[in-house]
Each structure stands twice: as C-alpha cells, then as structure tokens.
C-alpha cells in the first residue's frame, strides 16, 4: 500500500509538471517579432530584407525561452549581404531583433594570389572576389595584410574605432598591415595619401580607441601639406599612463 502511495505520488507529480512545461510554452510563446532593419546608401537589400522579415514571423507560436542563436540566423534570406546584428527576448512575448546590412570592408589576398577575400565591417568572411574593388560603390575596398583570419574581427574592431574617430575610414585608408617592432606589435594604418598612423600594442589592449584618439588630435594640428607624408606612432603608455603619441614617427620601423 505503501508502495502504491508513493507510486500514485510520482504520477502525479509527473503529470504537473507535465502540465507546467505545457502552460507555460503556452504563455511563453512568441507573439511579436519586432524587427529593424539598419542599411547603408539606397537599401540595396530590401528585397532580401523583405524576405527575412517574412521568415522571422515564422517565429511566432514557438516557445521562447527555447529560440536559439541559429534559430534567428538560419531565417536571413540572403546571408551574403545580411547578418543578424542582435536580439533581445522580451518576457513574456515578444523578441526584438536587429538586421543589418553587411558593408564591403575589407580585401585580403588569397592564397591563390589570383583573388581577394572580402570581408565585412565585422572582421566576417563575405566571399571571395578577383578584384579590391567594392561591389556597392565602385571604390576599393581597405587592402589587409600581415594578419590571420582569427585576427579579422579584432582588426576590424580596431578599423571601427579609427572610423568613429576620424568620421571616415574607406575614404582615407588605403591598406592596413602589421609591424613589428622590437618586442611590439604595432597596427598600421597607411593612408590614400601616403600618410601612415601606427598604433603600438595593440593586440587584445583595451585602450586602442583612446590610442587613435591621441592620434587623431595630432594629426588634427598638421597643414594640409605635413598629412600627404609623415608619420605618427602611438606608443604604449608606461606605469598605466596616457598613451605617447611621437611625431615625426619613426621611419625606420
């Protein structure tokens, strides 16, 4: 009899929690799916944004605390040219996702040495193309160098604070390398016009935006003549201090 208690006590007990699980898909499930979508230029992409739109509504009816990460890619239309930006689960119904366009940053040489890898804003591999050229705009893309591709979405961060700063990057930047110097590792920006800005240390630093800004207010104070040639480097600060910023940098490096 005792055993038949503790029998009928699992069943029931299985069958509430049964019963919760149930419930609470139920109040738990995806009502709203409030996109936005963030593009450049003309919105080359609506066609394919449209087509996302359609399958994120899909989503509507499943349980959310259940939706994954490749839930909500696997439904971009056109991931060549579009990538999910972020999402937010907002309890008890909804889920707010940001779609972006993906720009044509960034061209490095293939192995082949006969065509590019394209990658985008993100340091992410786009595909692969036979000329630096921006499919979008006609104009180059920044040629990348001296880098690996576990390298490109630190590198492309980096290149995303010298466009915050400097209100431009594709414009000014003709290429972008790596130079040793010493026991430092430094990134190097070289300009269309020949100018370069070197930024030491900065491998895995935390400070590499402020790095650039030290730059930028240096560069700020040249005429129009010093910034077709010259060079600034950004040196790591000692004993936690700002960053030095040496002009005329070093030719030598």
């Not at 109040?27 to 449209?50: C, K, M, T």
């Not at 972020?86 to 960034?106: G, H, L, N, Q, W």
């Not at 040629?143 to 000014?172: H, I, N, P």
Request: net charge neutral; with cysteine.
């Amino acid at each position: 009899m005792k055993f038949l208690r503790k029998v009928l006590a699992l069943c029931l007990a299985i069958v509430f929690l049964i019963a919760l699980v149930i419930g609470a898909g139920i109040i738990l499930s995806v009502q709203n799916v409030n996109v936005r979508f963030v593009y450049y230029g003309e919105n080359a992409h609506a066609a394919d944004y449209a087509q996302t739109r359609s399958n994120l509504d899909k989503l509507k009816g499943t349980g959310l605390l259940f939706i994954t990460d490749s839930d909500i890619e696997s439904k971009v239309g056109n991931s060549d040219v579009l990538a999910v930006e972020s999402y937010k689960k907002v309890f008890p119904c909804s889920i707010d996702i940001v779609i972006r366009e993906r720009a044509e940053t960034f061209a490095v040489k293939a192995e082949n040495g006969l065509s590019y890898n394209v990658y985008d804003e993100c340091g992410v591999l786009m595909k692969s193309n036979v000329s630096t050229v921006n499919g979008s705009d006609g104009c180059p893309n920044v040629l990348v160098s001296g880098f690996t591709a576990d390298d490109m979405c630190e590198v492309a961060q980096t290149c995303g604070y010298f466009k915050e700063v400097f209100s431009s990057f594709r414009r000014l930047v003709e290429k972008v390398t790596t130079v040793s110097v010493s026991e430092s590792q430094a990134i190097e920006f070289v300009f269309r016009s020949g100018f370069v800005i070197r930024v030491h240390g900065y491998k895995g630093a935390k400070d590499n935006r402020l790095k650039i800004e030290k730059a930028f207010e240096k560069y700020s104070t040249l005429t129009d003549s010093q910034k077709l040639d010259g060079v600034i480097d950004v040196l790591v600060a000692k004993d936690g201090g700002e960053p030095l910023v040496v002009y005329p940098g070093y030719a030598g490096f």
